[in-house]
Structures are given as structure tokens and as C-alpha cells.
């Protein structure tokens, strides 16, 4: 028994196959930086506020097809995921200087000393984030796979 496939046209589909592969891609990656600069918006402006620190460490970083949205501050991780309480002390000063809100007024510890925090509530602003931006990004990439593969 004999076989015989004809190719004719297959270099045509596969020079089309490819043509949509990379449309879709530069549109994945359109959707990952412009959604990871909207996540670090909307945590930007969900992060609370003292004296600004916080909002002012956020960062994104992308590349292809993934991105890092960030916060450099050293209190951020304490304030998105909560802490238990917790003894503080002087890193970079000799004495701890801090507005002591359930006292209404300034604590100015001695050299040295280290102080008991009671811990704080999970502030959620990059859960949230992600939360509000996430339907927004899938209903962004099937509305524009749609439109990409529809123009094949």
C-alpha cells in the first residue's frame, strides 16, 4: 500500500502560523507591562501613608513575558501581611525616635533600647491590587487573542 501526502501551501501555513505566533506574543507582553504598571498604581494608591516611605518604594521590572511588581521599603511586608508583636530597637541611630500614636506624643528612648510592638493588622494593598486588576487583565487578553487571531 502506498501513501501520498501533498505539502503544497504548507510553507505558506507555517510562515502564517509564525506571523501569529509573534503578534500574540508582543501582545502578551503589552498586556504584562501595562497590567504590572497598573498593579503597582492601584497599590500605590491603596498603600497607607505616614511619612510617604512606602509609597515612594514601589518599582516594577519586566521582561517578556513576566513582570515583578515591588516595594522596597522594610516596612512593607510587615504592613501588607501584618506582624505579631515584636521587640524593636535602634538599627541605624543610637536611639529610637518615634511619633507614639496611642500615647499622642513623641518616644524618645534611651541609647540603645529596645521597645515592645504590639504587632499590627494585615494592610492588604498589593492582595487588593492584583484583586481589581486581575479581571481586567484576563478580559484584556482574550478581547485582544480574539483580535490577533481573528486577523489571521
Known sequence: MRVSVDLEGFDALARKVQVLDQRVEAMLRHLVRFYSRAIEREAKRNAPVDEGELRGSFGTLSAGLMAAVFNTADHAKP??????????????????????????????????????????????????????????????????????????
Open 79 to 152: 504592613i501588607e501581611f501584618g506582624a505579631d508583636a515584636h521587640e524593636i530597637g535602634p538599627r541605624n541611630a543610637e536611639r529610637l525616635v518615634f511619633f507614639w500614636e496611642s500615647q499622642g506624643r513623641m518616644f524618645y528612648g534611651r541609647p540603645g533600647q529596645s521597645v515592645d510592638h504590639p504587632g499590627n493588622k494585615a494592610y492588604n494593598y498589593f492582595r487588593d491590587a492584583i484583586r481589581r486588576e486581575w479581571p481586567q487583565l484576563k478580559q484584556a487578553a482574550i478581547k485582544n487573542l480574539k483580535r490577533v487571531l481573528g486577523s489571521a
